[in-house]
Structures are given as structure tokens and as C-alpha cells.
């Protein structure tokens, strides 16, 4: 038999999770707008809302860029707790933007402080010239602000190039952080491993013969510098 604390301490939590729900608005991604809203699991009285609009170049063209409204809302009523803005925050144009996603994983920075982050996906759909990645940052709050205290380092790419339905090559890298037992400024430094995998395709005959190696596994660790965690260049960008 359930013991009745035990029974009620299970009882909250659900009323608390379902009240979040409630509160959180989610809406698909239509190619100008999207919203997510999840429970943060460390704290079930808060729910993480990531809403991201998008805004045209004045040149009249595909390119554009994303805006981000990030905020941390109370569960039971969304009323905010700590917002962040930050306009144009996502570039979108021949590589555009396709998804946005809140990570609750185990950011614990400090003892007394744990980030979440949020992952952005882009995408160029073209036959000759793939390309996917994924971009990492994470916050934290400070009060009635959240604050980055990483960007732009890409978790996940995978590019090539062909000149047919079959030659050419392509490259798959995956990064996983890591906390680290180490600190700098206050922050726990993070480990970050790199992993991957190269594929060549080749035409011989009637056949397309494909060859794959994995890359050498690189480790390296992200100090911070009192404000952001300083990320290399090759762990970046395009």
C-alpha cells in the first residue's frame, strides 16, 4: 500500500506538471514562426518557452534571420520569472533555420546553479551539396534575466558534396559536453568530445562502392571567462 505522504507529494508534483502544460503554448514550425514550451525537470514548478519569429532582409530575397523571445515562466499561472530577447538572433537564408529545441540536460555549472540549453537546427536541402548542423548554447538565470553563457557551438554537422548520384564524399561530426571536475571564474569548465565519420562514394562499373572512415576522437575544454565560455573558431559556425 502507496504511504499516504508518499501519495500526496505524487499528487502535487502531477497537479503542478499538468498546471504547466496548461500554461505552455507549442506551435510547429511553418517556416516565419515557432514556439516550445517544456517543463524544466530540476525545477517542475518552471517551464522553459522559446518563441522565435522570423524577419525578411529589406533586399527582397530569401535571407532573413530569426528573432528569439526566451523566457523561464512560472508553472501555474506562465507568468514570467526571467526573459531574455535577442533579436536576429538566428541568420536563415541559403542554409536556413529549421528547428529549435529546449535542452534539459544535466547543466549543473555550479552547485547552486544548472544552465538548459537551446539547440537550432539548420538546413540546405540540395541533392549536389548536403548540409545539416546543430548549434548548443545554454543559460542561465539572474535574477529576472537570463543571460548566454554559451553560443554557437555546433553539437552536430553533417556535409558533403557529389557530383552524381553517387561520387563524392561526405562528413558527419558529433559533439557531446561533458562538466568538468575543473573550474574557472566561479564555472565549471566543459569538456566537449568530438567524434565522426567520413563517407566516399565511388563509381565502378555499374556499381557505386562506398568507403567509410571514423575520424580520430578529439577532446578539448571550454574555460569561462566570468561572462561566456570562450569557444573556438573550428567548433563554430559553418
Known amino acids: 500500500m502507496l504511504n499516504p505522504t508518499r501519495l500526496l507529494i505524487a499528487l502535487g508534483f502531477l497537479a503542478i506538471t499538468t498546471q504547466a502544460h496548461a500554461a505552455c503554448t507549442t506551435k510547429s514550425f511553418d517556416g516565419k514562426s515557432m514556439s516550445r514550451c517544456n517543463v524544466w525537470p530540476?525545477?517542475?514548478?518552471?517551464a522553459i518557452s522559446v518563441k522565435s519569429t522570423y524577419l525578411a532582409d529589406s533586399g527582397g530575397d530569401d535571407a532573413g534571420a530569426f528573432d528569439l523571445d526566451l523566457a523561464l515562466l512560472n508553472?501555474?499561472?506562465a507568468k514570467p520569472i526571467a526573459t531574455y530577447r535577442k533579436p536576429g538572433a538566428y541568420n536563415s537564408d541559403a542554409v536556413r533555420l529549421d528547428d529549435v529545441r529546449i535542452d534539459t540536460a544535466r547543466y549543473r555549472l555550479t552547485p547552486d546553479i544548472r544552465a538548459f540549453g537551446l539547440r537550432a537546427k539548420f538546413v540546405h536541402s540540395s541533392q549536389a551539396i548536403p548540409y545539416e548542423k546543430t548549434d548548443l548554447a545554454l543559460y542561465v538565470r539572474e535574477g529576472d534575466e537570463l543571460r548566454p553563457v554559451l553560443e554557437g557551438l555546433v553539437?552536430?554537422?553533417?556535409?558533403?558534396?557529389?557530383v552524381n548520384d553517387c561520387e563524392g564524399y561526405?562528413?558527419?561530426?558529433?559533439r557531446t559536453l561533458e562538466i568538468a571536475p575543473t573550474s574557472h571564474n566561479g564555472f565549471s569548465d566543459l569538456i566537449v568530445t568530438t567524434s565522426g565519420s567520413k563517407m566516399k562514394n565511388k563509381k565502378t562499373g555499374n556499381q557505386c562502392i562506398s568507403t567509410n572512415t571514423e575520424l580520430k576522437k578529439k577532446q578539448i575544454t571550454l574555460t569561462y571567462d566570468g561572462q561566456q565560455y570562450n569557444v573556438p573558431e573550428d567548433l563554430r559556425g559553418y
Open 42 to 46: 530540476a525545477f517542475p514548478s518552471q
Open 75 to 77: 508553472a501555474s499561472n
Open 155 to 162: 553539437v552536430f554537422k553533417d556535409n558533403g558534396e557529389f
Open 170 to 174: 561526405s562528413k558527419k561530426i558529433r
